[in-house]
């Protein structure tokens, strides 16, 4: 594939990137005005805190980048305090989602079989939506290794929050280096709506672990640095293949980074730019082998959660026509069905056989989502109702509210309002000013590409691999984000890549990148342990040539 056909994908996948993020700013802020209780007095503060948390993280990011990265672990250690403190002030009583996981996890833990579970009704719909029951078993597995209290499963979150830092810095380094690397660490861990949020009991900071651990492994694939035999090679295309389906376990939308992984081994710049160890050819076979391991653990998964838990759950498919349906609606502007439940409850508990009421529900699923996109194609509401639902998703405040939530059990629905507005202000100030460093930074990247053109050697093609990941994740997971139901923290899955544009966009820029590691070119598919490094074989090359002269 010549090499003006694949910039020319990159520029114009940047374009369309800045785009997406002006989408961002413009819902983060219309969402603020909407419903942040805003406040110019408040909002100032938060650009004020903003500010500071940015000059911390740049002065750290300076200190650092010279150390060893226990250091960075030490200062995220440091910065977790505040959390162990807080879980210890504020007794934490879960609602809604979040009292479901604990509440099956605690009922499993303590004796109760799945089976006894559902025949007591005590899973109610879970069976249409399994990653209910995955959390759970996760959780009550916690549970019976270090004993049954709220504090174990914050902690768990916390620590596994402290662990996707250090990843995005492992995740990030190959592409642009430590110092980049670093920043991203910290971007993400003082981020305030996350920060609080990560003190509660969600399924996000595991699913984050499980997504960054696919990432780390599919760098170690595509940007060896060492020795790469078979046996490791398989276990680097296994290690991929399971953490992806771990993560689609606890939310469903996995799909988005395979799709991603298998554009970047079709589009990205290969070893001829020595941007990464394989050619072309050998990233879609090796791409090719966890997309269809994927795909049939997918394919099983049905039949393996029945086997474990030995109860009827349904096909996958009833429980994305449930999440589709309910976010096609736009009288609820695509959150939470209350009438729908009370249909798919009447189903669930009616003298039917399993199967019966399955197929049942997923006839009435169907029916429904053609009615919803009927009425809002009808009412001409279509743009009006997705971009209301942008707005909805990337609520800034979600991490206090639901604090608030669940530690104030009697007045969780009655948050004073200037606690919202405070709050919500300083949220949206930092979530604001993140998405306009990406959006900058794009901009930046796009006018520096279309200056110094695909020849120039003042690009680093591996860093502009790393850009162009990003872009794919964050265009592909916001739009899957809006074909489902929406709630405000699914936005958590949109930091990585966001992140990830600032960190690659601010070191494309700051090219010649010196801290990069070497990479080891793997010239043999099917000799992978067949490593020959570029300065050798040039050096090889120079020792040779006098001879012929002879």
Not at 244 to 249: D, F, G, I, T
Request: proline share 4%.
């Amino acid at each position: 594939m010549k090499k003006t056909f694949l910039w020319a994908i990159h520029v114009n996948l940047l374009i369309l990137t800045i785009f997406f993020l002006g989408w961002l700013i413009t819902a983060s802020w219309t969402s603020y005005l909407r419903f942040g209780y805003p406040n110019e007095t408040y909002f100032f503060w938060g650009i004020y805190i903003t500010i500071f948390i940015g000059v911390l993280i740049w002065i750290l990011t300076r200190r650092l980048s010279n150390h060893y990265v226990g250091w960075l672990a030490l200062v995220l250690l440091v910065l977790t305090i505040p959390k162990i403190l807080c879980i210890f002030y504020f007794k934490l009583i879960p609602a809604s989602d979040m009292w479901t996981y604990e509440t099956l996890a605690n009922l499993n833990a303590t004796g109760a079989s799945w089976p006894t579970l559902y025949a007591k009704g005590m899973l109610d719909l879970d069976s249409l939506w399994p990653h209910v029951l995955h959390i759970a078993t996760t959780f009550g597995l916690i549970y019976r290794l270090f004993g049954v209290h709220l504090v174990v499963l914050q902690l768990l979150n916390i620590v596994a929050t402290f662990l996707d830092a250090l990843l995005l810095y492992y995740v990030i380094k190959p592409f642009g280096g430590s110092r980049v690397g670093i920043a991203a660490a910290l971007i993400f861990y003082l981020t305030p709506a996350f920060y609080i949020y990560s003190v509660l009991i969600g399924a996000e900071p595991l699913w984050l672990l499980a997504v960054l651990l696919s990432f780390k492994f599919f760098n170690d694939l595509l940007l060896p640095r060492l020795h790469i035999g078979w046996l490791r090679y398989l276990m680097t295309i296994v290690s991929i293949t399971g953490f992806l389906y771990l993560a689609q376990l606890l939310r469903p939308i996995i799909m988005i980074v395979v799709i991603a992984m298998i554009l970047y081994g079709l589009f990205s710049f290969g070893q001829s730019e020595s941007a990464q160890a394989w050619s072309r050819k050998q990233r879609v076979l090796s791409l090719l082998m966890i997309t269809i391991g994927f795909f049939t653990l997918t394919h099983f998964s049905t039949k393996i959660d029945q086997a474990i838990y030995r109860v009827p759950i349904s096909n996958s498919t009833v429980g994305m026509k449930y999440t589709v349906a309910t976010g096609s609606n736009s009288a609820t502007k695509g959150q939470y069905d209350y009438n729908m439940i009370l249909k798919l409850e009447k189903i669930n508990h009616s003298q039917m056989s399993a199967p019966k009421k399955f197929n049942q529900m997923d006839a009435y699923l169907a029916q429904k989502i053609k009615h919803n996109l009927a009425t809002v194609i009808k009412n001409g509401n279509l743009p009006k109702f997705i971009f209301t639902k942008s707005q909805i998703l990337l609520q800034s405040g979600y991490g206090f509210r639901l604090f608030w939530i669940d530690t104030h059990p009697v007045t969780h629905n009655h948050i004073p309002s200037h606690i919202k507005s405070i709050s919500n202000s300083i949220s949206a100030a930092s979530q604001i000013g993140i998405q306009g460093l990406a959006f900058t930074v794009a901009i930046l990247d796009l006018i520096y590409m279309c200056y110094y053109g695909s020849k120039s050697k003042r690009i680093h093609f591996r860093t502009l691999n790393g850009l162009f990941f990003m872009e794919i994740l964050l265009i592909g997971l916001f739009i899957a984000s809006l074909l489902v139901e929406v709630q405000d923290r699914y936005q958590v899955a949109l930091y990585i890549p966001i992140i990830g544009i600032i960190s690659n966009g601010i070191s494309l820029l700051n090219q010649p990148v010196t801290d990069l590691p070497k990479l080891a070119l793997l010239t043999n598919f099917e000799q992978p342990h067949k490593i020959i490094s570029q300065r050798k074989a040039l050096s090889d090359l120079k020792r040779e040539q006098p001879s012929k002269t002879k």
